[in-house]
């Protein structure tokens, strides 16, 4: 059974950090591309930033320079570090597991992590 629980959701001002983790299980975790994605009330979710497992990353025009995606292979483990938080990254953060390669939607989902970035 796939399971991607996501971890770091808070609140926070303007300006702050935060940092999202999504532990993962169920897949071989070295094969899938990771990816984080956002849904915020009443806009479609979107891409924030993936990563390949040799490390390639690929980020919405958005969060370039303000977010930083890893992973850890050996903790099945990938992270989101989100610096410089700006009300309009207020969301649902979802962590995604793409076995097929590429930058695409994979098939698996976390529940989502709330981030409120508010003062």
């Known amino acids: 059974q796939v399971q991607l629980v996501e971890s770091g959701g808070a609140m926070v001002q303007p300006g702050g950090s935060l940092r999202l983790s999504c532990s993962a299980s169920?897949?071989?975790?070295?094969?899938?591309?990771m990816g984080w994605y956002r849904q915020a009330p009443g806009k479609q979710r979107e891409l924030v930033a993936a990563i390949t497992s040799g490390g390639s990353t690929n980020y919405a025009d958005s969060v370039k320079g303000r977010f930083t995606i890893s992973r850890d292979n050996a903790k099945n483990t990938v992270y989101l570090q989100m610096n410089s938080l700006k009300p309009e990254d207020t969301a649902v953060y979802y962590c995604?597991?793409?076995?097929?390669?590429?930058w695409g939607e994979g098939a698996y989902w976390g529940q989502g992590t709330q981030v409120t970035v508010s003062s």
């Open positions: 995604n597991a793409n076995p097929r390669g590429g």
């Open positions: 169920g897949i071989i975790f070295r094969w899938n591309v």
